[in-house]
């Protein structure tokens, strides 16, 4: 488990230098002056102009300009925001805040329900199958931007069921339990449609692992022993299940938070998807940057976790061994 | 189900080549003053803020998110063959090092890379299709390689080798072309997720603003959601059918070739 | 212990071959340790082992497969081991692998017709009219009718069918040495007899030699001159089919004769 | 002596998208109380398909079942009730099967698997007793308990196995292909351990098996079974010794592989003269 451990986190370092690397590399090779990048458009005094200057190097050639990049991301030095007026690093933890607060209760639910379809389709076979194709082509073909817009045309605009966008009223509520209810009144509508896309991988993947399980020889022993279907499901089939899932939850991470920064610009969440969108627009790269560098390190560290979860659950890959008799 | 998706995607390709021969190519900018009117027998998909007409606009659009999903989706998988056949074939250092990269292209967040990219660099098609090709090739190159491995593996191909054929023709000859089928597969899957990227770009106002597509008329509806639903309803709906078309497309070539199937 | 009684150039002649494997997780499996042995013209040599005795591995390293990490290979005289692949490619012929996995061992998109055609045109002369020359080569396999076969796939034959298809795939290219890796495992007790028949006959009108692969003592018995027992990547015994089953040295060897013991004597 | 398990006229189809598809056509089996049974025959000749019927393994559909008569302990059941095998499973009749590794659930420990079988039968308190005397009944050290299943190898594996189909004293021990996938000297261990249990407990054993040498030597009488029927039985002896079926003979031919060989190497003049 040490070695699992160990392995994993040397294998994040290569990964981590390519994104802070690439960071680097785009920000030169933007036409003109590198400051321009760094900068962007916002009026700033030619004193801090020349700090920068100095303090990357940028008259320097460019492997030391490169150097004094990475020691300044190493420093937590990602540069400033002029439009927010913040250090990068701060405005993206916080928003990167947001942002999970609306992913991993999304997540969650979404392995659930994605789990509960796959029994469902294996339960009934024929129309389990159609209803289990349905569910994954949609959660892979439908823009999630989109499915956003339609959920607040119908049910903010036309219905005025729920709060088209936020995190929280304008207004303001009191008490503990009414500004949970408050949020929670918030998140369904991009919960949802961050959702939709995970109900599909997950209820695929544990459509086909629990398939799989079901028929595997050891299931045979536990029926021959005498042990009910139940238990049967819970302690032999449910767990071999779960491996493939783990890991396609931790390698479609990635899409997910992806997914998440898609919906959050359309619900105005104040997370990194805002942050990114608003950035955009006003030409503030080293945001842009910061939240590049930022999601690529959450998508390592996510990857990191899912191995060892799975090392943690099956014990086979604890121990190193690599299967065959 | 595999004939109307793939009925779908040609009838999509015609009416993007006969788009620019049956219209004037200034038409689907024509501004005009009936400005966001709603779907009605003169503009059926009603028409924007500056009183374009969505549906022109929605048929102009076919040809950019078709070209970059095709395109950036035969690149990625020109590039994936080759790849991952070199990957899988050779193994040993240069295979490591593919993979390493593919797996560094596995965590990377495509769509703020891409968004990144573009943003600095600058938009246009051909560099939106490079970006996404540029990023999408690993899935292939993955399957590919898997393909590859096992095929090499089996007896025809050593014995090939055993009698004497070249290493090159065993792969060009026995091997690419039983791989070819999950290539096939996973490259329509890069089809839709190269348009579902190409609007999201244009939807996030990466793209040029001279040029129409999907995304870019979804974009104008996300500013207008409250006051005109049409330009939101119908562009995103042609994303979503073509996206679902070549999902069920893929999905089909894959149970085709799932020898469990059947 | 048996080279005196080995003929003087053997056809093939294994010398202290070694290979080892790298697995996932970065233990070593020594698959073949220090092999040395060698098959004369016309023989049959029978190399037994249980699965994961390394006798697949040694196969392949036989073929050139794979290469071994030390020792040497030396085919009809001349050492094979160490040459580029486009060096091996004439002398490749000399010896032509049957697989165990007939299924796997034709390219699916290729009819019966273009996979033995490949042989052929791979062969030293190859015949300039490929049709007669590939039913020749089927009806000394016994596929019957041969004209109604050729534009099968072999997935459209029967196990049988396909295992003779690949002993003549191997015949096209007129090797000295047919290496068959457990060529009847798949197969039913009645087509194993057949098959065998088959093997014999053609090493009486060809002169073939096979060195053939088997967990199963009971086939050695039947049908090889010699007999190598592989346990673990070493050959613990070798000796005349007749020595190892009267007077087996190896505890090993013992056992697997015990095992193989012959109906009558256990039901008796 | 009485029959422990007597099965008529059984037949197993399995509906194949409309097609009916025997896996079993006639298959009649009995086994004595306490005797051994061989069912010997070739993969696809349906006699593992026999065996998970006889459990109720089986789904129903795809499988369609059929029997003239089907008896445990000379009562009478319905083939196709699970419910009732279900109650006989783990009590009367345990199985093992061919190999060992993909049988264990890879996730959990070996003792919690023996445990499972055990807390059916045993009370609480008594568990822990029970799994170390059945471990010491298989002949594996007590540390095994606590090992993945992959930590094992193929013999302790299947003594594991064997753990669990006796944790509930079976009457009946159906043993499916026990030692095909075993190294050849695991083999003969397994085959005396299971001699040795069968003298221990006193329970019958049906032993399914394609290798004539270890049913002769493991059992009284054998079944012989040919493309889903049970087409020859008898005593051992008697069977090997003259058998009146082709098929049995040319499965007794292949097994003395007397068939071509020897015939041939007889023949062959010089043949040895390169090994000898």
């Known amino acids: ?325 | 189900m595999a004939w109307i998706s793939g009925g779908f995607v040609v009838l999509l390709c015609m009416v993007a080549v006969l788009a620019p021969l049956l219209l004037s190519p200034d038409a689907p900018f024509q501004i005009s003053n009936s400005v966001l009117l709603a779907p009605s027998a003169g503009h059926w998909f009603g028409t924007d803020d500056l009183g374009r007409d969505v549906l022109l606009q929605v048929i102009w659009g076919t040809r950019i998110s078709l070209i970059v999903g095709i395109v950036s989706a035969l690149a990625a998988g020109i590039i994936g063959l080759v790849v991952g056949a070199i990957s899988g074939y050779c193994g040993g250092l240069a295979d490591a090092m593919i993979m390493r990269t593919t797996e560094i292209f596995q965590v990377m967040p495509i769509f703020v890379l891409a968004a990144l990219i573009v943003a600095m660099a600058g938009a246009g098609e051909t560099r939106i299709i490079a970006v996404i090709a540029g990023l999408s090739w690993p899935q292939t190159a993955r399957v590919v390689r898997s393909e590859v491995l096992r095929i090499k593996g089996l007896g025809y191909a050593e014995a090939a080798r055993c009698l004497g054929i070249s290493e090159f023709r065993i792969l060009v000859f026995e091997i690419i072309p039983n791989a070819v089928g999950p290539v096939i597969a996973v490259s329509t899957l890069t089809a839709a997720f190269a348009i579902l990227l190409e609007a999201a770009l244009s939807f996030f106002g990466l793209t040029s603003s001279d040029t129409i597509s999907w995304g870019s008329t979804l974009s104008t509806g996300q500013r207008l959601l409250y006051t005109a639903w049409w330009l939101s309803v119908f562009p995103g709906t042609l994303i979503f059918l073509t996206a679902l078309a070549f999902n069920m497309f893929g999905d089909c070539v894959r149970e085709a070739l799932d020898p469990r199937s059947e | 212990m048996t080279t005196e009684t080995q003929p003087a150039r053997p056809l093939l002649d294994v010398r202290s071959a070694s290979i080892s494997f790298k697995q996932q997780h970065g233990a070593m499996v020594h698959a073949v340790r220090s092999v040395s042995f060698a098959v004369g013209a016309g023989e049959t040599v029978a190399l037994v082992g249980e699965s994961g005795s390394g006798k697949s591995s040694l196969a392949r390293l036989v073929l050139c497969l794979t290469r071994p990490d030390s020792g040497e290979i030396h085919l009809a005289g001349e050492r094979i081991d160490h040459l580029s692949n486009r060096e091996l490619r004439t002398r490749r012929l000399l010896m032509q692998p049957v697989f165990q996995d007939a299924s796997a061992a034709f390219n699916p998109r290729r009819t019966v017709m273009q996979s033995l055609e490949q042989a052929l045109r791979c062969s030293a002369t190859p015949p300039v009219d490929m049709r007669p020359a590939v039913e020749e080569l089927l009806e000394q396999v016994r596929l019957f009718p041969a004209s109604r076969l050729l534009n099968r796939f072999s997935h459209e034959l029967s196990g049988g069918q396909r295992q003779r298809l690949g002993i003549a795939r191997a015949l096209a290219v007129n090797p000295r040495l047919i290496v068959a890796d457990e060529p009847l495992s798949g197969a039913d007790v009645s087509i194993r007899g057949q098959i065998l028949d088959l093997l014999i006959e053609i090493q009486e009108s060809r002169g073939i030699a096979y060195l053939f692969i088997t967990h199963d003592m009971t086939l050695a018995r039947a049908f090889a001159h010699r007999v190598l027992v592989m346990y673990k990547g070493e050959i613990v015994e070798q000796g005349t089919t007749e020595q190892i089953f009267a007077e087996p040295k190896n505890e090993y060897t013992k056992i697997l004769v015990k095992a193989a013991a012959s109906i009558d004597d256990v039901a008796a | 002596m009485a029959d422990i398990l007597t099965l008529d006229h059984l037949r197993v189809a399995f509906d194949v998208q409309g097609h009916r598809v025997d896996a079993v056509s006639d298959a009649s089996i009995r086994v004595p109380d306490g005797g051994s049974v061989g069912l010997v025959g070739e993969s696809g000749s349906g006699k593992s398909t026999l065996a998970r019927t006889l459990m109720g393994l089986l789904t129903t559909p795809p499988a369609v079942l059929e029997a003239k008569s089907f008896a445990v302990e000379g009562q009478s059941l319905q083939i196709g009730d699970h419910a009732a095998i279900s109650r006989l499973r783990g009590n009367t009749f345990a199985m093992v099967f061919q190999d060992p590794l993909s049988y264990l659930n890879p996730l959990m420990r070996v003792g919690r698997q023996i445990e499972e079988a055990v807390r059916l039968h045993d009370g609480r308190a008594a568990v822990h007793h029970r799994i170390s005397e059945l471990l010491d009944l298989v002949h594996l050290p007590q540390r095994v308990a606590r090992s993945y299943p992959h930590e094992l190898s193929g013999g302790m594996r299947q003594r594991a196995l064997l753990a669990i189909a006796l944790a509930c004293r079976p009457r009946l021990l159906l043993a499916d292909e026990p030692t095909t996938a075993l190294d050849v000297t695991t083999q003969m261990e397994i085959l005396a351990l299971l001699r040795e249990l069968r003298r221990e407990l006193g329970m019958a054993l049906l032993l399914i098996s394609h290798d004539l040498v270890s049913v002769a030597e493991l059992c009284d009488e054998v079944y012989v079974m040919y493309g889903g029927r049970t087409i020859e039985h008898g005593p051992c002896r008697e069977i090997f010794r003259s058998p009146s079926h082709a098929y049995t003979k040319s499965l007794l031919d292949a097994a003395r592989a007397q068939r071509s060989g020897r015939k041939v190497l007889e023949t062959r003049p010089g043949a040895l003269s390169v090994g000898g």
């Open chain 1, 1 to 325: 488990m040490r070695r699992l451990l160990l392995t994993r986190l040397l294998w994040a370092i290569p990964v981590v230098a390519v994104v802070v690397i690439v960071n680097f590399l785009l920000t030169r090779l933007v036409p003109g002056d590198p400051l321009v990048a760094i900068v962007g458009e916002y009026p700033v005094t030619p004193e801090y102009l020349a700090e920068i200057r100095h303090n990357l190097q940028l008259d320097q050639p460019l492997a030391i300009q490169l150097v004094s990049y990475l020691w300044a991301v190493m420093r937590g030095d990602l540069g400033f925001s002029f439009v927010n007026q913040q250090t990068v690093l701060s405005l993206v933890l916080q928003r990167a805040q947001a942002s999970l607060l609306l992913l991993g209760p999304a997540l969650l639910l979404a392995t659930i329900v994605g789990l509960l379809f796959a029994r469902i389709s294996i339960a009934r076979r024929g129309s389990g199958r159609v209803l289990l194709s349905a569910i994954v082509l949609f959660g892979f073909s439908v823009p999630v931007f989109w499915l956003g817009q339609m959920l607040i045309v119908l049910f903010a605009v036309k219905l005025h069921w729920l709060p088209a966008q936020g995190m929280a009223s304008m207004r303001g509520v009191h008490g503990a339990l009414a500004t949970g209810w408050d949020f929670f009144l918030h998140w369904i509508m991009p919960g949802f449609t961050v959702g939709v896309f995970h109900v599909a991988v997950i209820a695929r993947v544990a459509q086909a692992s629990l398939r799989d399980a079901m028929s595997q020889d050891f299931v045979i022993t536990a029926r021959a022993k005498g042990i009910s279907e139940r238990a049967i499901f819970w302690r032999h089939i449910l767990p071999n299940a779960l491996l493939p899932v783990i890991t396609v939850i931790g390698y479609n991470f990635g899409a997910a938070l992806t997914g998440t920064i898609m919906v959050e610009s359309v619900f105005a969440w104040p997370g990194l998807g805002t942050l990114l969108l608003n950035s955009i627009t006003n030409r503030d790269y080293p945001v842009v940057q910061g939240i590049f560098l930022l999601s690529g390190s959450i998508i390592v560290l996510v990857n990191i976790a899912t191995d060892l979860i799975y090392g943690f659950i099956d014990p086979r890959i604890r121990s190193g061994y690599s299967g065959g008799r």
